[in-house]
């Protein structure tokens, strides 16, 4: 299988603008992360930030994806693949604090909490991210449901 077919068939139904956005959100993410890092180092960013960053930002450009590839089979999947993104997300965020408890994170004190706080504000950074980019681009949708009398 050659690399250029299957990055093709992955952002297939990823528009170019959503990329672009979502390239954007990316560097902006960890420019901020690593400044904060250099301000105030461990006490206030966790040293596994950079990974449950990336993680969940990963986690975002899967679950848009999938919402994308579904609905462009048909339009009537949108709540399906949206609410399937929503719960695999949660899911795979759920598993992420959990690996860490059990692997010991409750035992470092003011470090659990900066884990938390890093964890929450990437998920929600992630979140908002796709919940912004799929409703910004519903309204041809929105546009089909009813026709007027």
């Given at each position: 299988m050659q690399p250029e077919w299957f990055l093709a068939a992955i952002f297939s139904c990823m528009t170019r603008s959503f990329l672009t956005q979502f390239a954007a959100l990316v560097l902006a993410s960890?420019?901020?992360l690593f400044g904060l890092k250099s301000a105030f180092g461990s006490a206030v960013i966790h040293p596994l930030a950079p990974y449950v960053l990336g993680g969940l930002l990963a986690v975002?450009?899967?679950t848009y994806w999938l919402?994308?590839?579904f609905v462009t089979r048909s339009a009537d999947n949108f709540m399906g693949a949206y609410f399937g993104g929503v719960v695999l997300r949660l899911m795979l965020s759920l598993v992420i604090v959990l690996v860490y408890f059990f692997r010991g994170g409750a035992h470092e004190g003011r470090g659990a909490w900066a884990f938390l706080g890093v964890f929450f504000v990437s998920y929600f950074l992630g979140a908002g991210f796709e919940i912004w980019a799929i409703f910004s681009n519903l309204r041809p949708f929105s546009k089909k449901q009813l026709p007027e009398a």
């Open positions: 960890f420019a901020v975002t450009l899967f919402t994308a590839h």
